[in-house]
């Protein structure tokens, strides 16, 4: 059963979506600069049956290609090169079983993929920009896993455009997942001004929940604003759901008891740095210092061997 959206959360909060566009070819989500109030970011994620092809011209964009499910070959015609890039990306089981393949594509190229044996559940990950850089492949074994937090604010994160030298013009993409029962993007955080310690950035959230024995999974995700700025989204969400974040604190993104939750982040804005640099609810911002006495989640790491929990903070 799906809840209906109330309040803000009518506007910034997206359903998954069952629409088939060709045979094979299964649009869940698609958010953009086209929706009032959105500037910066846009994520399509397509589910491919084996064999099916998808095209998409990135004009006014650059883009991070990123396997939620199976694999594909990219074949890309790159502004300013000869040749055709021919590309494999894929992940190994499921969002919860560690990183995968990532393509970053900079502005112009035109590019086409074809759904390997497995098909493929692929994420397009894109930002506005001028330039972009030049074709980038991160391999999932090259993808930095981390863990943050302590006790039940345990979570994982695995960078794609953050801290990883890649070179891109505005886009920002990790991912984080949090074991069933856990709470993450906690303490809430916000970066929606320019500063020594923030960024301007917009933020989509992207999730996935693992089902149970009985069927598939929720969580809970909350945005909420300041006195200066109002917001108030708090929603229940499931797999294939998209969350806009325009501004203000996020979080909690709450995993249920027996739920396992992922999260895919999208983020840019006007700067250039590649920085992504926020600030914490003062009112909560104490919640950091009581990690000091607790141990990183056992759960964790999930997937293909990362950090020491031990180590992790």
Same mark, same amino acid.
């Given at each position: ?17 069952? @629409? ?13 600069? %086209? ?17 099916? @092809? ?26 300013? *090169? ?9 992940? *190994?089981?499921?969002? #919860?079983?560690?990183?995968?393949? #990532? ?6 190229? /035109? ?14 990950? =894109? ?12 391999? *999932?074994?090259?993808?930095?896993? /981390? ?21 891109? /013009? ?15 993007? #906690? ?5 929606? @001004?320019?500063?020594?310690? %923030? ?7 992207? #999730? /996935? ?16 604003? =300041? ?7 708090? *929603? ?21 008891? &027996? ?9 840019? &804005?006007?700067?250039?740095? &590649? ?39």
């Amino acid at each position: 059963m799906t809840i209906p959206l109330a309040g803000d959360a009518r506007r910034w909060v997206h359903r998954a979506r069952t @629409e088939a566009e060709a045979p094979g070819d299964v649009l869940v989500s698609r958010v953009g600069p %086209e929706q009032d109030g959105w500037s910066h970011t846009g994520l399509e994620v397509r589910t491919l049956a084996p064999g099916v @092809e998808h095209g998409w011209r990135l004009d006014g964009v650059e883009a991070g290609l990123l396997p939620l499910a199976g694999g594909v070959t990219v074949s890309a015609r790159v502004p300013g *090169a000869a040749d055709v890039l021919e590309v494999r990306l894929d992940r *190994a089981g499921t969002v #919860f079983d560690g990183p995968a393949d #990532f393509l970053y594509l900079p502005v112009g190229s /035109e590019l086409r993929v074809t759904a390997g044996e497995r098909g493929c559940r692929l994420a397009v990950t =894109t930002a506005v920009a001028t330039r972009g850089t030049r074709p980038q492949r991160l391999a *999932a074994a090259e993808v930095p896993v /981390e863990l943050r937090g302590a006790g039940s604010c345990s979570r994982q994160v695995q960078d794609y455009t953050i801290s990883t030298g890649l070179e891109v /013009e505005h886009l920002l993409v990790c991912e984080v997942l949090t074991p069933g029962g856990n709470t993450s993007s #906690f303490p809430p955080h916000k970066h929606d @001004e320019h500063g020594e310690h %923030e960024r301007e950035l917009e933020e989509i959230y992207y #999730f /996935e929940v693992a089902d149970g024995p009985d069927g598939p999974g929720t969580a809970l995700f909350r945005n909420y604003g =300041t006195d200066a700025r109002p917001l108030e989204v708090l *929603a229940a969400v499931g797999t294939g759901d998209v969350a806009l974040v325009p501004h203000g604190y996020h979080g909690p993104c709450v995993a249920l008891p &027996g739920y396992d939750l992922y999260y895919l982040n999208v983020m840019a &804005g006007p700067a250039t740095d &590649g920085r992504w640099l926020s600030v914490d609810d003062p009112s909560l911002a104490w919640l950091r210092t009581s990690w000091d006495d607790q141990p990183v989640d056992p759960r964790l790491p999930l997937g293909r061997p990362g950090p020491d929990p031990q180590e992790a903070r």
